[in-house]
Structure formats: C-alpha cells, structure tokens
C-alpha cells in the first residue's frame, strides 16, 4: 500500500465515530498547555463506538454503562505512534492543521496590549484626567483587546494623533504644525483626519477610529457618545472639529453687524425687526460677521430665545442660543465678538451638563455667569418639580456653593423657570 493509501486510511479511520470526540477534546487540552502530553482527557456520556475505541487504546475492559471514560494523552500518543508512525501532535495536526499555542497567544496579546497603552500613555494628554479615564475603559472593556486580535492595534496611536491634533489641544508649545487655510477653530473632519493619519476618510461615520475618538470626547464632556447623527456632530465640534460647515449653525436675536457684507446686511435687517436668525459656521468664515452689540447675552434652550423674540422682538438686548453645548459656529461668532469687545453673560441649565457648559464658556470666552449663582438656583428649585440630577457632577468655580447645593438637593432646575427674571434683565432699557 502507498504512503499517500496509507494516510488517507489512517484519516479516515481517526475521522469515525469513536474518535472525533476524544481528538477534539486532546486538541482542546493540548492548545491549553503549549502541547504538554501529561494529564488525562474524559468523554462524559461515551457512546458505543467512543467506548470500544478507548478500550481498543488502553487494552482495559470499560463497562457499557460507563458515564464517563478517561485516557492519558501519553497513552493516546503511545498508541497512534505505534499504530500509525506518528504521534498525538503530529496527527493532530495532520488532520486539522496546526495546533494553537494559547498561552504563547495570550502572552503576546498581553505585550501588545500593553505596547499599545505604553505608546499612549506616552501622549502629551496624558496628565489630563479624561485622558487617563478614556484609556482605562478601552482596555477594562475589551476595546483594546478586540484591536489587538484584529491586528488593529495601531488604531489607538491613530486615536491619540488625531486627539493631540484638535484644535482646543494643539495651541501649546511645539505644535505649531497647524495645516494650512483654515483659521484657528475651524477644522474639517477629512482634513484632521488626513493631517493625523494620511487618510482623508478615516474619520467617515461609524469607522472604528471615529468611534475611539469620540469615545474620547465623550468621556472629556463627562457623557456618552450620542446615538443620533446630529448629536456626534455636536460633539466633534465641541472639540473645534467640523463634520460640515453648513450644518454647524448659532440661532441670534438682535445682534447685528458691523460691516458691509451681505450676511451683515441680513443680520442689521433681522435686529431692526426682532427676528431670530441663524448663522453657519461657512457664512462665518468666509463673511467674518462682527457683531455691532457689545452687551451679548447667551442662553442654552432656545425657548429662551423664542419667548424674548415674541415679548421684546426688537427691544430685547441681544441674545446668542447655544441649543445644547455650544456649536462651532458659536464659538466663532462670540469668540469674534469678544476680541472686538464685547461682554458676555453666559447661563445654562442647571444640571451638571450646564455647570460644564458654563465653566467651559468663562475659560475660553472670559463669559460671566448670567443668573448661575446658588441663589438663583435655590430660589428656582422651590417654583416647581424637577427632574434627578444625572451623570458626573461637575465644579462651579464661579460660584463653589452652586455645585454644592445641586449636589445636596440632586435636582435639575431648566432654565424656563427663570423666564420671567431673564426676560427682565433682557428688556433694554
């Protein structure tokens, strides 16, 4: 008989009833032990032809209503050598291709795992709190440990490349690599992505580098990543990043313009007649707007916005919406305004949400807190139900007794309970 006769024999033969169940279960124990042939393996509720074949292996009698037999793998290695000329691994191996080393796995899964955190940690952000904590989650949660098996590890560096190159992260000493023709603030998605990866499109909705980045920016702003379009979008921007110019919008009242452009125009023509407008982030920077009032008030809710409009309409002082946290084509607009030399009065709701939005406004905008005092809140939270204060708390540097009381009562107060004291300080005098 042929070589080639003989081993397509002997694989059939090993292929049978009587053995799949015992090879396997050798298999599985092999691949856990780096191929070590010590121990034993067991079929439990063996059936007739698995209980001849361990019977025809060890020579020993099995009883029919066995419940459970059990081999060495030494024996099973003697018998296949002396039977078929090769050994338990060899046959293993023959039959269904190589054997796993799962501890060797596991241990260079582990080295990669931890040369992809090393790496990380290596990041200019590293000292920030959200940094760390983003970074602890992938790798609690078996983020990491999914890229690793896949090969796509070096997504994370990615990650961090283009975490390191947003615009609120990059204004420090040695980062002066800003990509050209586009003004500090205003930074399209494909350009960011092509600057920290080479890929214009590694950023597109729902690729898996988009989703480590905004996990990242969701744990900065102290939530999570938002399961609707519109709401991912807010949260590049609140980064400075721009998923589209034209969707990036800030609804304004009574702010008009210095200047003789046409967005100018529709902005001095909307204020004489108390009209809310809106403004995107495109007609921002290509018709850079100046806004004429240097007193502007800010607001989170645009019912706010809409009850000044229909009780003041033109006499109402004027008034930026933020709709939520803040847009980048509303930080343009007010950022624009401050540098020409306006005062803003920067109120949100209280929740935690608002505290940050607010902290967030007197750090990078010099904003004064509009009616975010303890006492505003104190005196709010007794006109009505309120809902439970939800996600991580946040500070109130202005006003320390702020957070503290909200943190006492753990109650949200919108800021519609306090229309009638807004509408007031918004009424010109």
Same mark, same amino acid.
């Given at each position: ?13 090993? $292929? ?8 396997? !279960? ?22 007739? !032809?698995?209980?001849? &074949?361990?019977?025809?292996?060890? =020579? ?13 793998? /030494? ?20 039959? /269904? ?18 040369? !992809? ?9 590293? =000292? $920030? ?37 947003? +615009? ?10 800003? +990509?050209?023709?586009?003004?500090? =603030?205003? *930074? ?6 092509? #600057? ?14 988009? $989703?480590?980045?905004?996990? @990242? *920016?969701? $744990? ?5 990543? +938002? ?13 400075? @990043?721009?998923?589209?110019?034209? %969707? ?12 003789? &452009? ?8 909307? @204020? ?12 921002? !920077? ?15 809710? +645009? ?5 000044? %409009? ?6 109402? %002082? ?9 847009? @980048? ?68 540097? #202005?006003?320390?007794?702020? %957070? ?22 918004? &009424?010109?005098?």
């Amino acid at each position: 008989m042929s070589a080639e006769r003989r081993e397509y024999r002997e694989h059939d033969e090993l $292929q049978g009833e009587g053995w799949s169940r015992l090879l396997a !279960a050798a298999r599985r124990r092999l691949e856990r032990t780096s191929g070590a042939l010590d121990g034993d393996i067991g079929l439990a509720e063996p059936s007739e !032809a698995e209980r001849r &074949t361990v019977i025809g292996i060890t =020579g020993r009698y099995r009883a029919e209503n066995a419940q459970r037999l059990a081999i060495s793998l /030494h024996e099973l290695d003697g018998y296949l050598h002396d039977r078929y000329g090769t050994g338990l691994l060899t046959t293993l191996g023959r039959l /269904h291709g190589p054997l796993r080393d799962r501890p060797a796995e596991r241990s260079d899964e582990e080295a990669r795992r931890e040369q !992809a955190l090393k790496s990380a940690h290596s990041s200019r952000l590293a =000292g $920030q709190g959200w940094f760390a904590a983003w970074l602890e989650r992938i790798a609690a949660d078996g983020t990491l440990t999914r890229l690793v098996r896949r090969g796509d590890a070096p997504l994370l560096d990615a990650a961090v490349r283009v975490l390191e190159r947003l +615009p609120g992260d990059r204004d420090r000493p040695g980062d002066q690599d800003r +990509p050209p023709a586009h003004p500090a =603030g205003i *930074l399209p998605l494909p350009v960011l992505a092509e #600057w920290a990866t080479g890929d214009t499109k590694a950023l597109v909705p729902g690729s898996p580098l988009e $989703q480590l980045v905004l996990r @990242a *920016l969701a $744990q900065r702003t102290g939530g999570d990543i +938002p399961r609707v379009r519109a709401g991912r979008r807010a949260l590049w921007e609140s980064a400075g @990043a721009i998923a589209d110019d034209l %969707a990036s919008q800030v609804l304004v009242l009574n702010i008009g313009a210095e200047g003789d &452009t046409v967005v100018c125009d529709w902005l001095r023509d909307a @204020a004489d007649f108390g009209i809310p407008f809106r403004l995107t982030l495109h007609q921002l !920077a290509t018709a850079p707007v100046v806004p004429a009032a240097r007193t502007i008030f800010v607001c989170e809710n +645009p019912a706010v916005l809409r009850a000044a %409009a229909g009780e003041l309409q033109d006499t109402s %002082a004027a008034l930026v919406c933020t709709e939520g946290v803040a847009s @980048a084509a509303c930080h343009k607009l007010l950022g624009d305004a401050v540098r020409a030399g306006s005062r803003l009065h920067w109120r949100a709701d209280f929740d935690w949400a608002g505290l940050r939005i607010t902290a967030g406004a007197v750090a990078r905008h010099g904003a004064r807190p509009w009616r975010m005092t303890a006492a505003d809140y104190t005196a709010a939270l007794s006109k009505g139900e309120s809902t439970p204060l939800a996600g991580p708390p946040a500070a109130s540097p #202005w006003d320390p007794e702020l %957070a503290r009381a909200m943190a006492e009562s753990g109650s949200t107060v919108m800021e519609e309970r306090l229309l009638p004291a807004l509408l007031s300080d918004l &009424t010109r005098t």
